[in-house]
């Protein structure tokens, strides 16, 4: 299991958030495990966040996709993911 605190960047919005990595074991895949740790909405797949959360959405799907290499502390900047500013946002 791996577990980060991490911070979701949108629009000017800063959300707080743990990211969980669960190893099933016997071949199982993975559950990636995304929590806003301000309103403690809690998702086990990306694809489960409300239609209206692109925020929530992006940001677990990407999340996904470098799994292994999140680090405490990261920022997941969902603009600069979608290719809507050029320059990543740092931690705040």
Not at 48 to 65: D, G, I, Q, Y
């Amino acid at each position: 299991m791996k577990a980060v605190a991490i911070e979701v960047y949108d629009r000017g919005i800063s959300i707080p958030a743990i990211y969980v990595v669960v190893h099933a074991g016997g071949g199982a895949p993975a559950r990636n495990i995304l929590m806003r740790t301000d309103t403690e909405e809690c998702r086990f797949a990306s694809d489960k966040w409300p239609e209206n959360s692109r925020t929530m959405r992006v940001a677990h799907e990407f999340l996904n996709t470098i799994s292994r290499t999140v680090q405490d502390g990261d920022v997941i900047d969902v603009g600069y993911i979608l290719g809507e500013t050029t320059t990543p946002k740092g931690n705040q």
